[in-house]
């Protein structure tokens, strides 16, 4: 049978597509999958779906941190010519027949290894503005997915596909998710999570305007690892984590979030009114830009960081806004899946 080997990592946000991916090819058969990353995320979010799995060592750009910083990007290009050897060593090992990134840090040497074995390569951006990993390999890639149809011009071999989505994230039902959950039907419920490690300004603003916030809603609030504080506030619920965060959208009827690209687009393929709250700091600003292409469609609300005590009107404001409603009602969001897989049969040549 054929092999399909997937890299990305650093983030959820660069693993979790290529497990929408990963999950129609098993259901398929049409291939085997194997997955090459780093001892971080990636490791974790794929453990579960029991496949072969190869570790490397990459280097990480460091984005501001003045002199530390500074030394220790001096050190990236010998760490990555000897991450490209692992890689080479992986890929030697799995023997696939084609390599398919999702981009990061992870995937850069991996891509490397694969075109210097000339094994054909594929690649998917998800923000707005490409990141600096595919930037790099889009040249040693067939195609280049993306899921902004801007992105695909300003990539060498870019295609517009739109995003890959989890099965379970659109096969949720409220009914069934309530249920489960212990939240009546016609309860008002707010969502609110910032990211794999949860975020500090999202939670302290939260908790800061939460008697405001569960006045007239059900919040659900998942805070991160460790992030959780005592509290016996009627209609606030805590989590360091949902595993089964289908179940957790399928319950909202608000959504506060940051605006990582696969977050921004699970959210629309649901058609849940969100307000997004950008990632600042050490950060190329593409969350800002995936924010600020839907809030310009009238598709999303956004807060930045230093307005988050205004997030219980905005949230009030959101819960009221039927024009945002009637819109994402009317927005057409087609998952990606069936045309990557169809290219990647079409390279496999099935």
Known sequence: MKKILFTGGGSAGH???????IEEVLSEDFAEACYMGTNGIEKSLIAEWKIPFYEISCPKLIRGGGFSALKR?????????????QAKKGIELFQPDL???KGGYV?????????????PCYAHESDFSPGLANKLSARFCKKVFTSFPETARRLKRGEYSGAPIRRAILSATKAEARKKWNIGFHERVLLVFGGGSGSVAINNAVRAQIQALTKNCVVLHVCGKGNTVQSNIKNYRQFEYISEMHEAY?????????AGAGTVFELLALKKPAIFVPLEGQTRGDQAENAEYFRAKGLCRVISQSRLSKLSDEVEKTFEDDILKQRLAENRFTPANPLILQE???ALSL
């Open 344 to 346: 990647l049969k079409k």
């Open 15 to 21: 693993v979790v597509p290529n497990l929408a991916l």
């Open 107 to 119: 995937a850069l040497p991996v891509v490397f290894a694969a075109k210097s074995l000339k094994i």
């Open 99 to 101: 390599v398919f990134s």
């Open 73 to 85: 990007n001096l050190k990236i290009p010998s760490a990555f010519l000897s991450a490209v050897k």
């Open 250 to 258: 399928a319950c909202a009827d608000v959504v506060v979030s940051r």
